[in-house]
């Protein structure tokens, strides 16, 4: 989805309640930019960039998730959680 509707300037303090409703509060150097283009914002906080977590990508990898669970009718019983 692409925003093509003109940036309209926000107040600061609706900038901040935007910035803490849809993130993890306002920092100063945030409110400015999100009170000029909170269209662009909410866009970019929708559509992330997978190309740029490649940390991230790298990292989760490498992780396993362990389950355990009982047998019922319907499959046999699991426990991976004793393997390393």
């Known amino acids: ?5 003109p940036s309209v300037p926000l107040a600061p303090e609706v900038a ?3 910035l803490r409703r849809a993130g993890y509060g ?3 150097d945030e409110v400015g930019h999100v009170a000029r ?3 662009a914002w909410v866009e970019a906080q929708l559509s992330p ?7 991230v990508h790298e990292r989760l990898a490498k ?15 699991v426990d991976e959680t004793s393997r390393k």
């Open 16 to 18: 901040i309640s935007a």
């Open 49 to 55: 960039r997978e190309d740029e977590d490649q940390a």
């Open 37 to 39: 283009e909170f269209p």
């Open 1 to 5: 989805m692409c925003v093509t509707t």
């Open 63 to 77: 992780l396993t998730l362990r389950v355990h669970y009982a047998a019922n009718p319907k499959w046999p019983a």
């Open 26 to 28: 306002a920092r100063p």
